[in-house]
């Protein structure tokens, strides 16, 4: 992450400015009793995002360059002029870290791109642009890219087009193309979501991740809307011998000064159904465009098995009414299992077993809402291996039991005995199991009622949250995990937690748990 503090693994502690990120965040899309009913300040209100033009006019923005802007039925259009010169509309304001989203709809073969961080510098604009570069014809599809306009050209794909990044980047291109190709109702209309965050900037495609950069250049500046120099025999060869690019809901969310990178930066909503469970396992278009994806629909067995087979669970799982359910066997015990290793043959992935996802994930963003019955041990693992076997709680092979992974621990601290169990906590909800405790004060709700579980890994850096709120951090493979690791019972496993990629997992650990509103998205590598 661009600007991270110093450390192996840290703690949160400026919990102030992680909750009011958060409270931001969640205001995006809470209606405002529900924005009360989960506290929020009074001071988020849901118009955090900007409008960057009113739909009527150009106010706010200065052209530069010779084509023609104008404003028809609340669409921005931008028309080609034949000549040398690129032409921008820029903002008259200038921005610092934001969450940038724009539609757009572009002529072929026009090329255009929304400039971010830009500055103005001898009668030319410069800076990182977005690329809205859809030219079929020429075999390029390079939108989402990123371009450093007047200065060092393409940084990413940087290895041309016939490089091993251009030609994948061409071929995700044309993917996504294909995509809108069929989806009628949006009659051609893409959207790009952009993260500008210090010296790094990030792009989505119509929700697939596209560009992203590191780049120490200017990190304020205005915006612009590009349209591409064309010359006179590519423009009287179009239709009416025009070319244009048309722009949309283009609108800004300028991130608070505690955002620590692309994971914070998420306009995440996890209180969004917290409540009534209005919307529950469906997309909002914000996230659509933010490239999150459902892991669960909130009706059938796609995209999950078991943890030791192939098909999904015959038993222990159920799904009815949106709420996926892992319950307590038959012959469940009167009292939660004492350990976490499987002591008796009912505790630990004894009933149903753990489900797994069939995809694999290296760099992401996981999200899941849960709901704790009391006395409930239940578990979210990442990087799961399910090709090595389980462990007991001593680390020693055991015959059944839970996958192995990294796990966000779901506990109900206050009933189930392994809360005290461990050191420090680091059995409690929200810790890294066995490994870290959460931070004190974690912002738990009551058993019985719903919360969210939010979990960022890039590279090596790994966060938890707990609705809403960051409650440990740690980086996988540092001298001090690799510390934590040989003092937890995972000591006897190689490598533990360093994988480079590996499954989601929700877990059955003979207790009643509820799970809804399971997603990911995907995120460019630290």
């Not at 989505?204 to 612009?224: I, K, P, Y």
Request: charge should be negative.
């Amino acid at each position: 992450m661009a600007r991270r503090r110093s450390g192996t693994f840290r703690q949160a502690t400026a919990l102030a400015t992680i909750a009011a990120l958060a409270s931001v965040a969640l205001a995006l899309a809470t209606p405002p009793a529900l924005a009360q009913a989960v506290g929020l300040d009074d001071s988020f209100a849901p118009s955090a995002w900007s409008d960057l033009f009113d739909h009527r006019s150009l106010k706010g923005w200065v052209k530069r360059g010779p084509a023609k802007f104008e404003v028809v039925d609340g669409v921005l259009i931008g028309h080609a002029v034949a000549g040398e010169t690129n032409s921008f509309l820029c903002t008259e304001a200038s921005y610092d870290d934001f969450v940038l989203e724009v539609e757009f709809r572009c002529d072929a073969p026009l090329n255009s791109g929304v400039q971010v961080h830009s500055e103005f510098v001898a009668g030319r604009v410069q800076g990182h642009q977005v690329e809205i570069d859809a030219d079929g014809a020429r075999g390029r599809l390079w939108s989402g890219g990123i371009y450093d306009e007047g200065r060092k050209g393409w940084l990413d794909p940087a290895d041309g087009e016939k490089g091993a990044r251009g030609v994948a980047f061409s071929e995700q291109g044309r993917t996504i193309a294909n995509a809108l190709a069929e989806a009628r109702k949006r009659e051609g209309w893409s959207w790009l979501h952009v993260v500008a965050h210090g010296s790094e900037l990030t792009a989505w495609l119509d929700g697939e991740l596209r560009g992203h950069v590191r780049d120490a250049a200017a990190e304020h500046g205005f915006l612009a809307l590009q349209v591409h120099a064309v010359d006179a025999k590519t423009l009287r060869a179009a239709p009416k011998e025009e070319l244009a690019v048309r722009f949309r809901n283009v609108r800004i969310l300028p991130l608070p000064s505690g955002a620590t990178g692309i994971g914070d930066s998420d306009a995440t909503q996890d209180a969004r159904v917290a409540v009534d469970g209005s919307g529950a396992n469906r997309l909002t278009d914000e996230e659509t465009r933010a490239g999150w994806r459902l892991l669960w629909d909130g009706a059938n067995e796609t995209g999950w098995r078991s943890a030791t087979g192939e098909t999904f669970p015959k038993r222990g799982w159920t799904m009815r009414d949106g709420v996926l359910t892992v319950g307590a066997p038959p012959a469940a015990p009167a009292k939660p299992s004492p350990t976490k290793a499987g002591a008796t043959p009912t505790s630990e992935s004894a009933a149903g077993g753990d489900l797994l996802t069939r995809d694999r994930f290296s760099d992401f963003e996981l999200r899941v809402d849960f709901r704790l019955t009391p006395g409930a041990n239940s578990g979210i693992k990442y990087f799961v291996q399910p090709d090595l076997h389980p462990i007991t709680a001593s680390g020693e092979p055991a015959a059944t039991g839970s996958a192995i992974g990294c796990e966000f621990q779901l506990l109900d601290d206050a009933l189930h005995p392994d809360a005290k169990l461990g050191r420090d906590g680091n059995r409690t909800l929200a810790a890294l199991y066995d490994l870290i405790p959460p931070a004190p004060g974690k912002p738990s709700r009551p058993i019985g009622t719903w919360n969210t579980a939010r979990i960022v890994a890039r590279g090596a850096h790994v966060e938890h949250w707990l609705n809403g709120t960051r409650v440990l951090e740690y980086d996988r493979g540092s001298d001090a995990f690799r510390t934590l690791v040989q003092q937890s019972k995972y000591k006897n496993l190689p490598h533990f937690g360093e994988w480079r990629d590996g499954h989601v997992l929700l877990q059955e650990h003979g207790s009643e748990v509820s799970f809804r509103n399971v997603m990911i998205r995907r995120l460019p590598p630290d």
